[in-house]
Protein backbone atom coordinates (compact mmCIF):
# COMPACT_ATOMS: atom_id res chain seq x y z
CA UNK A 1 0.00 0.00 0.00
CA UNK A 2 1.53 3.36 -1.11
CA UNK A 3 0.64 5.64 1.49
CA UNK A 4 0.94 3.76 3.98
CA UNK A 5 3.18 4.72 6.44
CA UNK A 6 4.10 1.01 8.22
CA UNK A 7 4.55 -0.44 4.30
CA UNK A 8 7.20 2.43 3.79
CA UNK A 9 9.29 1.02 7.24
CA UNK A 10 8.65 -2.51 5.99
CA UNK A 11 10.22 -1.23 2.58
CA UNK A 12 12.92 0.13 4.26
CA UNK A 13 11.87 3.75 2.63
CA UNK A 14 11.12 5.48 6.13
CA UNK A 15 14.15 4.61 9.02
CA UNK A 16 13.10 2.84 11.92
CA UNK A 17 14.91 1.71 15.02
CA UNK A 18 13.81 -1.97 14.15
CA UNK A 19 14.54 -4.65 16.63
CA UNK A 20 13.83 -8.17 15.57
CA UNK A 21 12.65 -9.08 12.01
CA UNK A 22 11.02 -13.04 11.26
CA UNK A 23 9.83 -14.28 8.10
CA UNK A 24 6.34 -12.28 8.46
CA UNK A 25 7.31 -9.82 10.61
CA UNK A 26 9.40 -6.57 11.70
CA UNK A 27 9.21 -5.08 15.42
CA UNK A 28 10.33 -1.35 15.85
CA UNK A 29 10.35 0.82 18.19
CA UNK A 30 7.58 3.28 18.84
CA UNK A 31 8.34 6.84 17.96
CA UNK A 32 6.22 7.84 20.74
CA UNK A 33 7.14 5.13 23.82
CA UNK A 34 4.36 5.25 26.56
CA UNK A 35 6.51 2.58 28.92
CA UNK A 36 10.35 2.11 29.12
CA UNK A 37 10.29 -1.01 26.37
CA UNK A 38 7.14 0.16 23.94
CA UNK A 39 7.73 -2.05 20.52
CA UNK A 40 5.43 -2.39 17.97
CA UNK A 41 5.26 -5.14 15.69
CA UNK A 42 3.61 -5.74 12.27
CA UNK A 43 3.23 -7.98 9.50
CA UNK A 44 5.27 -7.72 6.47
CA UNK A 45 2.06 -7.68 4.39
CA UNK A 46 -0.10 -5.12 4.72
CA UNK A 47 -3.80 -5.84 6.09
CA UNK A 48 -5.90 -3.41 8.10
CA UNK A 49 -6.18 -4.46 11.55
CA UNK A 50 -5.57 -7.51 14.00
CA UNK A 51 -8.89 -9.39 13.01
CA UNK A 52 -8.61 -8.76 9.71
CA UNK A 53 -4.67 -10.34 9.61
CA UNK A 54 -6.03 -13.36 11.79
CA UNK A 55 -8.75 -14.11 9.08
CA UNK A 56 -6.05 -13.60 6.09
CA UNK A 57 -2.60 -15.50 7.47
CA UNK A 58 -3.21 -17.11 11.24
CA UNK A 59 -0.03 -17.90 11.07
CA UNK A 60 1.13 -14.48 10.53
CA UNK A 61 -1.09 -13.47 13.49
CA UNK A 62 0.83 -15.99 15.72
CA UNK A 63 3.86 -14.97 15.06
CA UNK A 64 3.36 -11.72 15.89
CA UNK A 65 2.59 -12.63 19.40
CA UNK A 66 5.63 -14.72 19.43
CA UNK A 67 7.81 -11.76 18.25
CA UNK A 68 6.44 -9.75 20.97
CA UNK A 69 7.71 -12.67 23.92
CA UNK A 70 10.83 -13.09 21.96
CA UNK A 71 11.42 -9.07 22.12
CA UNK A 72 10.41 -9.03 25.64
CA UNK A 73 12.27 -11.32 27.07
CA UNK A 74 15.45 -10.26 24.75
CA UNK A 75 14.93 -6.63 26.15
CA UNK A 76 15.17 -8.20 29.73
CA UNK A 77 11.17 -8.20 30.72
CA UNK A 78 9.06 -11.13 31.66
CA UNK A 79 5.97 -9.37 32.31
CA UNK A 80 4.48 -6.82 29.56
CA UNK A 81 1.55 -6.06 28.20
CA UNK A 82 0.25 -6.60 24.07
CA UNK A 83 -2.75 -4.48 22.53
CA UNK A 84 -4.09 -4.03 19.43
CA UNK A 85 -6.04 -1.03 19.06
CA UNK A 86 -8.78 -1.70 16.60
CA UNK A 87 -10.60 1.25 14.70
CA UNK A 88 -10.29 4.87 15.24
CA UNK A 89 -12.31 5.00 18.76
CA UNK A 90 -10.33 1.75 20.31
CA UNK A 91 -7.19 4.57 19.86
CA UNK A 92 -5.96 3.47 16.40
CA UNK A 93 -4.81 5.69 13.92
CA UNK A 94 -2.12 3.81 11.68
CA UNK A 95 -4.06 1.42 9.62
CA UNK A 96 -1.89 -1.56 9.23
CA UNK A 97 -2.12 -4.20 11.85
CA UNK A 98 0.24 -3.60 14.42
CA UNK A 99 0.66 -5.31 18.00
CA UNK A 100 2.08 -2.78 21.10
CA UNK A 101 4.67 -4.61 23.21
CA UNK A 102 4.44 -2.19 26.70
CA UNK A 103 7.22 -3.38 29.42
CA UNK A 104 8.76 -1.86 32.25
CA UNK A 105 6.70 0.55 34.66
CA UNK A 106 3.80 -0.51 36.18
CA UNK A 107 0.65 -0.85 34.06
CA UNK A 108 -2.95 0.15 35.43
CA UNK A 109 -5.89 -1.30 34.66
CA UNK A 110 -8.78 -0.86 32.96
CA UNK A 111 -6.51 1.24 30.18
CA UNK A 112 -7.59 4.35 29.34
P1 LIG B 1 -2.16 3.16 17.11
O1 LIG B 1 -2.59 4.46 17.75
O2 LIG B 1 -2.59 3.09 15.66
O3 LIG B 1 -2.57 1.93 17.88
O4 LIG B 1 -0.58 3.14 17.17
C1 LIG B 1 0.23 3.74 16.20
C2 LIG B 1 1.58 3.90 16.83
O5 LIG B 1 2.52 4.08 15.80
C3 LIG B 1 1.70 5.09 17.78
O6 LIG B 1 2.09 4.62 19.06
C4 LIG B 1 2.75 5.98 17.12
O7 LIG B 1 3.59 6.59 18.06
C5 LIG B 1 3.49 5.01 16.23
N1 LIG B 1 4.04 5.58 14.99
C6 LIG B 1 3.35 6.30 14.07
N2 LIG B 1 4.15 6.63 13.04
C7 LIG B 1 5.37 6.08 13.31
C8 LIG B 1 6.60 6.07 12.62
O8 LIG B 1 6.77 6.62 11.52
N3 LIG B 1 7.66 5.43 13.23
C9 LIG B 1 7.52 4.81 14.45
N4 LIG B 1 8.61 4.20 14.94
N5 LIG B 1 6.34 4.79 15.11
C10 LIG B 1 5.30 5.42 14.56
ZN1 LIG C 1 0.65 -1.08 5.30
Known amino acids: MEDCIFCRIVAGEIPADVVHTT ?3 VAFRDQNPQAPLHVLVIP ?3 HAN ?3 LATADPAASAELV ?3 AAVATAEGYDDHRLVFNSGAE ?3 TVFHTHLHLLAGRP ?3 PPG
Open 50 to 52: AAD
Open 66 to 68: RTA
Open 107 to 109: MTW
Open 23 to 25: ERT
Open 44 to 46: KEH
Open 90 to 92: AGQ
